[in-house]
């Protein structure tokens, strides 16, 4: 009687982990596509850590239903530092396509310049002969 008691018991406590480890398995999962995201952004990359926050936000407002509000806490804690980073690597992102946006302008606007004094030069030279 003992030995069953204990088999089950067992038996409920790896389901009640296996439960607790797939949410953690996913705040692993975006930690590690975030870090890919921050090294080399990209379109791709960014879907995926939105996959997998909005998957951790699933997970734990399963396990909140469930009444299992410390697992629940911590993860929702994990959760928001994640998309904090996320955030921050969105806007890094986006100041980094600005930057590269206006260097690419201030050398288009060089490029005419210079192409405009040539063709002065070009035309000048003309008039003169």
């Given at each position: 009687m003992k030995?069953?008691?204990s088999?089950v018991?067992?038996?409920l406590?790896a389901?009640f982990?296996v439960?607790?480890?797939?949410?953690?398995?996913t705040?692993?999962t975006a930690?590690?596509q975030?870090?890919?995201?921050?090294?080399?952004?990209?379109?791709a990359?960014?879907?995926?850590?939105?996959?997998s926050?909005?998957?951790?936000?699933?997970?734990i407002?399963?396990?909140q239903k469930?009444?299992e509000?410390t697992?629940?806490d911590?993860?929702?804690?994990?959760a928001?530092?994640?998309?904090?980073?996320?955030q921050?690597?969105?806007?890094?992102?986006?100041l980094?396509?600005a930057?590269?946006?206006?260097?690419?302008?201030?050398e288009?606007i060089?490029?005419?310049?210079k192409?405009?004094n040539d063709t002065l030069?070009?035309?000048?030279?003309?008039t003169?002969?």
């Amino acid at each position: 009687m003992k030995t069953r008691f204990s088999l089950v018991f067992c038996a409920l406590a790896a389901l009640f982990l296996v439960g607790c480890d797939s949410a953690q398995r996913t705040v692993e999962t975006a930690r590690r596509q975030l870090t890919e995201f921050q090294a080399a952004p990209d379109a791709a990359k960014q879907a995926a850590v939105e996959q997998s926050l909005a998957k951790l936000d699933r997970q734990i407002d399963d396990l909140q239903k469930k009444g299992e509000t410390t697992e629940a806490d911590i993860l929702r804690h994990q959760a928001s530092s994640l998309k904090g980073d996320f955030q921050a690597a969105r806007l890094a992102k986006t100041l980094r396509d600005a930057k590269n946006a206006i260097q690419g302008f201030g050398e288009a606007i060089k490029d005419a310049g210079k192409s405009f004094n040539d063709t002065l030069r070009n035309s000048s030279k003309d008039t003169n002969n």
